[in-house]
């Protein structure tokens, strides 16, 4: 049977910010999901939107995909953005939008262990992993198979996953955001793939002061994984853009790192196809070839 929680939206921003301010105060003025699942962790209650596809068998261990929305994101109207629920419908996997804490009136996820990159000091990677066993415990999840990907700070966050929780994931995606930390203690070869505009006038593909360029960030998982330094290149224009695919292949494990670069591309999660693929089936295609111990 589908179960669906379909949620009324308000209005809201999908920019990404790194006010690396540390505070423990959290409102509640970012609004909420109606019909969201909760589970209260670490003294806060936290919402997730949970989709299951018309194909699920309770017979059968299921991938499940995690998409994290932006700074100032809700989940509802970050599900109808970015939505995958066709996809998942189509290629069986759980999909779910888990919601930020609200701090100053901005919904937003904490990249990294308590410190100066976070926003504040809600605890994200422990509700995560409280989320995945709550979701465990109804549905018939492959814990071999658990993706996360997200836009912007949501990005930010699947980067964070692969840093600090390596154990809960098996490959993460990143659309139009960076990595904030750089020495996380990942436990395994973990497929990456990187999805970014040249135009991001948010978070620059080259970087800035704030933000590490694109490169430096597909460099860190080439050499992390062993993969080839050099990688093939292809090229395709159409739906409005160019768009450049490098591929680092024959890593650790045969783990791949992906790059997609959006030439003049915006601060968006991408709807331009690259054969014939948007982004939500890019990283489809690409993280479930994936469990946690590599290539399948």
């Not at 996953?161 to 436990?187: C, H, I, Q, R, W």
């Not at 597909?218 to 050499?223: C, Q, S």
């Not at 994984?225 to 290149?233: F, G, L």
């Not at 768009?243 to 783990?255: K, N, Q, R, W």
């Amino acid at each position: 049977m589908k179960n669906i929680w379909i949620i009324a939206i308000t209005s809201v921003c999908f920019i990404a910010s790194c006010n690396k301010e540390i505070s423990s105060k959290e409102d509640d003025s970012c609004g909420s999901n109606s019909g969201a699942l909760t589970i209260t962790h670490d003294g806060l209650v936290r919402e997730y939107l949970l989709y299951i596809p018309t194909s699920y068998n309770s017979s059968n261990a299921t991938p499940l995909v995690m998409n994290f929305h932006g700074f100032g994101g809700l989940a509802s109207e970050y599900m109808d953005y970015a939505d995958m629920r066709s996809l998942a419908d189509a290629e069986n996997f759980i999909l779910v939008y888990p919601q930020g804490t609200c701090l100053n009136g901005s919904s937003h996820w904490n990249t990294s262990l308590l410190g100066g990159d976070n926003k504040s000091t809600a605890d994200d990677f422990g509700f995560v992993e409280a989320m995945l066993s709550q979701i465990s415990l109804e549905y018939n999840v492959d814990s071999e198979r658990i993706y996360a990907c997200g836009y912007s700070n949501g990005g930010m966050f699947a980067y964070g996953l692969a840093n600090y929780k390596s154990e809960l994931v098996a490959g993460v995606a990143s659309v139009s955001g960076t990595m904030l930390d750089f020495d996380g203690p990942t436990t395994h070869p973990m497929p990456v793939i990187h999805l970014h505009g040249t135009s991001d006038g948010v978070i620059p593909y080259n970087g800035s002061s704030d933000y590490s360029s694109a490169q430096a960030v597909l460099d860190h998982w080439i050499n992390f994984n062993n993969t080839v330094t050099s990688p093939t290149v292809n090229s395709e224009t159409g739906s409005g853009l160019t768009i450049e695919h490098y591929l680092y292949d024959s890593g650790d494990s045969s783990v791949s790192v992906e790059h997609y670069k959006y030439v003049g591309g915006d601060h968006v999660w991408f709807t331009n196809t690259y054969s014939s693929q948007n982004a939500g089936q890019l990283i489809w295609n690409f993280l479930s070839k994936y469990d946690i111990n590599g290539l399948m």
